[in-house]
């Protein structure tokens, strides 16, 4: 029929779906390095399979082999640069540290968050040797970390003589490279950020990780059951230990998937201004009011975690959070307060005695001070009365501590109390110098993202994305005060994450002010 389109002609049957496009032709490099993909990809496979057999026992072995065959399967996403941040995010959520190590024997427990960083780093080294595409990206916050690491080292150096005498020279070299591994989260993290879009795949996927521990640590609250722990029944997991019992409030505290019930209640605080940054400008729901509603409910469930872990420290750190937004951002605050109250009120009705433990008790500042001088020494109490006897012994080494490493309060090598403060911690380890060092880590990166948020003219996305992450770090700068931070893994590898994102935003996030158009070429007479 005329005018009729033509159908456009089928392929033939012999054609195969991976045969490159007509009119296109092969890159002899680029099949070359195909294949040696697949040859490299095949000897993985089959030595693993091998290796397995003969070193692992049959359960762990067929365990192995599968997932090795998985994630062959998966290559494509799981071995991009996408797979790795969200691997690296995943662990850091959701499998608890110091709980689970592979099945693999080994001298020392080999925990999956080791792994995974360690892989990275290996992975974005080789990345920036071979790929000339894949350049070095910036971090703003090298310097500040470099004098907090400066300072830990001149402790080391200071005090050396009287480590060794001691026999803590492998536990405080230790310390130091378990500080470096976590910080090194940060910058690798950052050369995974090549886009805007990783940026929000990172927080998305951190915000709605949380909301689901949070939700857990209730369910946990409710039945004295922590799905966390029963991760070795479905992944190729050692349980390394059980959680200890923590009592508060007539009943148990829930520790989901952190070390502590405070290190959990630190954690969804921490990320309750990513939830509200992104509840205004996440890709999805398009909906601003479906948006508005899916985040709250995220925010919600963060909050019902922070009650199952009963923490007051969790209290302190919101009440920060909210008067630094309250003297920033006072509209903020207000809408998010008035957003709050209602919870609250709602909260001392149904649950009386865990609201009373956790805010109540604030306003009865003489049983509050006097829980504080009970149980020196030991975890969740003491504060106060730690605070005299570390003193005294700072004191004796005012400028440089006894040593990075050298307070052990675990275990049977055990020589120092516990005292659920980081910042006099260091201060006994590494001396005033230390504390100079670690208030420089924590505070300069919230004050250089606060001046980006408030004089940058940046988008609002990227202006209040820079306040809510700096937001974020004061709450955790504020916790500080109230447990032993650096031992607690997963809060301290949030607050990398959260920086690495706030480097991205320093150095890469798009200017949106318009090129300036050229001028017209001068017409010629």
């Known amino acids: 029929m005329a005018g009729s389109a033509e159908a456009p002609p089928e392929a033939p049957a012999t054609s195969r779906p991976d045969a490159p496009p007509r009119g296109r032709r092969v890159d002899p490099g680029e099949a070359a390095r195909t294949d040696l993909r697949a040859t490299v990809a095949t000897a993985v496979v089959t030595f693993a399979a091998i290796g397995s057999a003969f070193v692992l026992p049959p359960i762990v072995a067929g365990g192995a082999m599968l997932a090795v065959a998985l994630l062959y399967l998966t290559r494509t996403l799981v071995f991009s640069w996408t797979g790795g941040l969200v691997a690296l995010a995943a662990i850091v959520m959701l499998v608890p540290i110091r709980r689970y190590a592979l099945p693999i024997p080994l001298p020392f427990a080999l925990e999956p968050y080791r792994v995974v960083i360690v892989a990275l780093i290996v992975?974005?080294?080789?990345?920036?040797?071979?790929?000339?595409?894949?350049?070095?990206?910036?971090?703003?916050?090298?310097?500040?970390?470099?004098?907090?690491l400066t300072t830990m080292l001149a402790s080391l150096w200071v005090n050396g003589a009287g480590l060794a005498e001691q026999g803590l020279v492998g536990g405080a070299i230790g310390a130091f490279v378990n500080l470096l591994l976590l910080l090194s989260v940060l910058f690798t993290t950052r050369q995974l950020l090549r886009e805007e879009r990783h940026v929000m795949l990172l927080l998305t996927f951190l915000v709605w990780a949380a909301a689901a521990v949070g939700f857990l640590a209730l369910v946990e609250k409710a039945t004295r059951v922590n799905v966390f722990l029963l991760l070795g029944n479905v992944l190729p997991?050692?349980?390394?230990?059980?959680?200890?019992?923590?009592?508060?409030?007539?009943?148990?505290?829930?520790?989901?998937?952190?070390?502590?019930?405070?290190?959990?209640?630190?954690?969804?605080?921490?990320?309750?201004?990513?939830a509200i940054y992104l509840a205004?400008?996440?890709?999805?729901?398009?909906?601003?009011?479906?948006?508005?509603?899916?985040?709250?409910?995220?925010?919600?469930?963060?909050?019902?975690?922070?009650?199952?872990?009963?923490?007051?420290?969790?209290?302190?750190?919101?009440v920060?959070?909210?008067?630094?937004?309250?003297?920033?951002?006072p509209q903020l605050a207000v809408a998010l307060g008035l957003l709050a109250l209602p919870l609250v009120l709602l909260g001392l009705v149904v649950q009386p005695k865990i609201f009373g433990e956790m805010i109540g008790s604030f306003f009865d500042v003489d049983s509050l001070i006097a829980s504080q001088y009970t149980s020196a020494g030991w975890g969740g109490a003491g504060r106060l009365a730690d605070l005299e006897p570390a003193m005294r012994e700072a004191s004796a080494f005012p400028f440089f501590g006894t040593g990075l490493g050298s307070r052990i309060v675990i275990g049977e090598d055990r020589n120092a109390y516990i005292l659920d403060n980081q910042v006099l911690g260091t201060l006994l380890e590494t001396g005033a110098l230390g504390v100079i060092g670690l208030a420089v880590f924590v505070l300069t990166p919230p004050i250089m993202l606060l001046v980006f948020a408030f004089r940058s003219k940046a988008a609002p996305r990227h202006t209040f994305l820079a306040f809510a992450i700096a937001i974020s770090c004061a709450g955790y700068t504020?916790?500080?005060?109230?447990?032993?931070?650096?031992?607690?893994?997963?809060?301290?590898?949030?607050?990398?994450?959260?920086?690495?994102?706030?480097?991205?935003?320093?150095?890469?996030?798009?200017?949106?002010?318009?090129?300036?158009?050229?001028?017209p070429a001068e017409t010629r007479r």
């Open 123 to 148: 992975a974005v080294g080789v990345a920036l040797v071979v790929d000339p595409s894949f350049r070095w990206r910036p971090v703003r916050f090298g310097w500040p970390i470099g004098i907090f």
């Open 478 to 519: 504020a916790a500080l005060f109230f447990y032993d931070a650096f031992g607690f893994m997963q809060t301290f590898l949030v607050l990398c994450l959260l920086l690495a994102c706030g480097a991205w935003l320093l150095t890469e996030a798009p200017d949106p002010t318009p090129a300036p158009a050229p001028a």
């Open 320 to 329: 920060v959070m909210f008067l630094l937004t309250l003297i920033l951002r």
């Open 237 to 274: 997991l050692t349980l390394l230990r059980e959680e200890g019992e923590s009592l508060r409030a007539g009943g148990a505290r829930a520790y989901a998937s952190a070390q502590h019930p405070i290190a959990l209640a630190v954690l969804l605080c921490m990320l309750i201004p990513i």
């Open 280 to 318: 205004k400008y996440a890709g999805w729901p398009r909906n601003e009011i479906n948006r508005r509603i899916v985040y709250g409910i995220a925010v919600g469930m963060m909050l019902l975690g922070v009650v199952a872990a009963i923490s007051r420290t969790a209290v302190i750190v919101l």
